[in-house]
């Protein structure tokens, strides 16, 4: 069943502006995960949060964490036409083997 | 160096045929998984192996079939295709949860397009 739901589904921004995208889940999870696909090609993580933390940075990538709500937020900072991509959040669960259960993603348009 | 590589890249078949999807991974990974995406992006997992054994079969048609030679490997069969078969599938591969690694993100294949018609 699916888990995580981005918001919004689509994304249309100027370069240099910010990019926020949310992810709300249903169920307890071991860790958050985020993943961007250029158009046809296959998804490239990007970045991983346990449940146990809050807040993690990579590069111009910023991904909260927040389990009360089951929600989780990636901010794009001074976003770039080559961030245009599809982004999903993926949620690991809390029990045996890691499988992850996706999003339907948001849709980010960077224009120059 | 592909990591994760799976041929074809693009299927066109006919119904009611027979066809593979190939998946290898030179990563070492312990799991490897096969997802589909259907035409609206939505990501479903279908199968997951770890180290040559089924841990995941969600409800899929019995026409799919995963085999597993080796760790490294993991190929989908599919028998008898059907229309609704058109997507991309696309194979990964993972290191164990429990080996404490920081990242242990998925790493994915290109996908292939399998158009039935």
């Known amino acids: 069943s699916q888990q995580g739901e981005e918001d919004p589904q689509a994304l249309s921004i100027q370069e240099g502006e910010n990019a926020t995208m949310n992810c709300s889940y249903k169920?307890?999870?071991?860790?958050l995960q985020w993943y961007r696909q250029n158009s046809g090609r296959g998804l490239v993580h990007l970045i991983l949060?346990?449940?146990?933390?809050r807040e993690k940075h990579s590069g111009r990538l910023r991904v909260t964490l927040d389990t009360s709500k089951k929600s989780s937020s990636l901010l794009i900072t001074a976003s770039r036409a080559a961030d245009t991509a599809s982004y999903f959040c993926?949620?690991?669960?809390?029990?045996?083997?890691?499988?992850?259960?996706f999003g339907k993603g948001t849709m980010l348009l960077v224009s120059p | 160096d592909t990591a994760v590589s799976q041929t074809p890249k693009y299927l066109v078949t006919q119904m009611g045929n027979d066809k593979s999807i190939k998946c290898e991974q030179n990563?070492?990974?312990?799991?490897m998984y096969w997802y589909k995406q259907d035409s609206k992006k939505f990501l479903k997992i279908m199968f997951s192996?770890?180290?040559?054994?089924?841990?995941i079969n969600e409800t899929v048609p019995n026409r799919f079939s995963p085999k597993s030679p080796d760790k490294a490997h993991l190929n989908l069969h599919i028998n008898s295709l059907e229309l609704g078969d058109s997507a991309v599938y696309f194979c990964?591969?993972?290191?164990?949860?429990?080996?404490?690694?920081?990242?242990?993100?998925?790493?994915f294949g290109s996908g292939t397009r399998l158009t039935v018609v």
């Open positions: 993926a949620t690991d669960m809390n029990s045996g083997y890691s499988t992850l259960t």
């Open positions: 949060i346990r449940s146990n933390e």
């Open positions: 192996y770890n180290n040559k054994e089924l841990i």
């Open positions: 990964a591969s993972s290191q164990d949860r429990d080996r404490g690694l920081t990242n242990y993100g998925y790493t």
């Open positions: 169920t307890s999870i071991n860790n």
């Open positions: 990563l070492g990974h312990d799991t």
